[in-house]
């Protein structure tokens, strides 16, 4: 059966009227403090983590479970295993050719794909857990100076689907990169846009 994703209960929204998404000046800042907020050494397998999430839309434990053999370089992309849904479902969510290369210089992925690595290519790449990455995100929106509803890992997710909207991406597209059952989910990232109507408004103001 098909899960319908759009209940209606949820919206970009909270209680009190607080955006819970990153307007696309808000993901542009994300973005552009993530080496500032990690900028020690150690933080280098937490960029790469925050990366994925900002390139993907991914849900936390999504990329958390990401194993080495689901980067996958001649596709360009990775292989998620969807969570939220009622039988195994993976998806394949393209990634930036730069992006890949950094996953190899800082992770070793392709040592451990082909068997010369410290692991088995069944391995996570990332090793720590949701408390972890969850501050991780934290710290980079703080240093974005992003605050509300909308700093949250969730928010950077909505994000992802509305600017894929503005740049006309496929809704059907959008919803398979997200791990959406179908496409209801895209008309509630449709109605809230919130700022981002100014984008639609000023080609008639122009």
């Known amino acids: ?71 996958d370089y001649s596709a360009q992309g990775v292989v998620f295993e969807t969570l939220k849904r009622r039988k195994k479902v993976h998806r394949f969510v393209p990634l930036p050719y730069p992006f890949l290369v950094k996953l190899d210089d800082v992770h070793r992925v392709k040592d451990f794909q082909s068997g010369n690595g410290s692991g088995k290519a069944t391995d996570r790449i990332w090793n720590f857990g949701r408390t972890t990455a969850w501050k991780t995100i934290g710290k980079v929106m703080e240093v974005a100076g992003i605050e509300g509803a909308q700093a949250c890992p969730k928010g950077l997710r909505h994000s992802f689907a509305i600017s894929h909207q503005l740049v006309k991406t496929p809704e059907t597209q959008i919803a398979q990169w997200l791990g959406h059952a179908d496409t209801s989910m895209m008309r509630v990232y449709g109605r809230a846009i919130g700022q981002e109507e100014h984008i639609l408004a000023a080609r008639l103001w122009e």
């Open 1 to 71: 059966p098909i899960v319908h994703m759009a209940k209606d209960d949820f919206d970009l929204f909270d209680q009190e009227g607080n955006r819970k998404y990153l307007t696309q000046e808000e993901r542009t800042r994300f973005y552009h403090s993530i080496d500032t907020a990690l900028s020690k050494s150690a933080d280098r397998e937490k960029r790469t983590f925050v990366l994925l999430l900002y390139y993907t839309g991914c849900r936390i434990s999504e990329g958390l479970a990401t194993t080495y053999k689901k980067i």
